[in-house]
């Protein structure tokens, strides 16, 4: 019988969305490039950082599953000391407290809005073959600006330029959606509108799509105006487009002369992004300097596939854990991996990974005892995703058979966790690498855990048997 979910489940893309963007400050937010602003996280009139940061971390709860107005209250509390004159009378901290609530709001929807189209913008791009087409759909707002309302129901091509500036959410505080649509939708719509007036069509062609793209829409006897921010020139204006975010310095310098792209470099270079120049953020190499790797010859590092968010006490393990992972084989990694230390873990957890939206995710929680043995644990789950090591039956043979897996087995027989495929190749890899390496810190640890949870890993006589398979594995 199949399992039916009756609750929300966690946007898993839509949460790293968030908790990727690393915190800049007002100056810096300005000075961005606007293709790089959204990959960025400022609060306008909040100078202290880590106000920020906090308020970044429960943004990303919403697609948690959190409450909105749990969240909302949250994060205008976290606000309030920016907002809220404590020399003022009642009458007007209450108003303020309003302004800090009002900004709450808007902060839950703009970003929130952003991390669900961004994901959403993923999935339709896989799917463009079949939906060839976009749809601009009503918000559930009460309040909604006529422009924007205008626009419900405009189907375009998903490659049309309009939409690089008007995806939703185009504006601060949109809350309109999109959708896409299939050929014989587009042309059910089509059909539909030969028997529309004039400035009431939803497929738009020719002149009215050229208007569209000018910014001005008829709707009846009006034309509104409907362009972006960009359009009408506001200064630091907002600007939000899904396919800005996976743009390299390379394919940004594109899109500049010679002499401003210059500018931005030497600026960017200059400037601090979670303890990395700006520069090297852009391109995913937060820490890429501050490797030297004792490598195998003819090999590159792991330090090419890394891109860091934040990570605090983590750097260190870090550097030190791309050092051992470099001196053992590796296979090819077919995505980026990113590597962060997010202090909003769940309690239970010392480390997770998943893969999603074309990378990996490595969390290491800031209160991890063994944070080195945790990490390699991760990358283990990485490097089973690109060889399937743990579905190689000869390996699984080797691993399950012998005295320290019956132990195991017999002591978290009422567990499944600990005997999971995947789970005991993590814990082999993790071991191999400490074999291989003979790091004493990551020898330690194995040690550690070995004596508090018997046959969690292996006796030196099982593991010889091991590492001829795991190397074969992972060629």
Known sequence: MPDFIFEPTPNKEAIAFLRDKPVVTQKVFKELLPELKARAFTIAGVECANTVQRVRDTLSDLPAGGDWNILKKQIA?????????????ADEQEKQYAAAEARAQLLLRVHGSQAYAATQYRVDERHQDAFPYRMYISS?????????????????????PFWADHLPPWDWGCNCQSTVISREDYEAIQADDADRPAGEKLALEGEDLARLHAGELRRGNHVLDVRSPEQRGVKNAYRFDPHDLTLTADQLKGRYDAQTWQQFENWSQQVDVDGTPLYDWINGSAIRNQVAAARLPGVGSVMDYIITGKLGHLAGDLRQGIALLDQVPQPEISAPVVVQSPRNMPADRNGQWHHTAGRHHIEVSPSAPFRLETLMHEWAHVVDYEVGASKNAALLRVLRDNDSYRQLAKLYKNSAYHQKREELFARAYTQYVAHKTQNENLLASIDILARRRPGIFWTEAEFEKIVPLIQETIK
Do not use: T
């Open 77 to 89: 509390s976290d606000l309030g000391p920016w907002f809220v004159d404590q020399a003022a009378d």
């Open 140 to 160: 559930n707002s009460k309040e909604r600006r006529p422009e924007h309302q205008a626009l419900v129901g405009v189907c375009l091509p998903v490659d049309d």
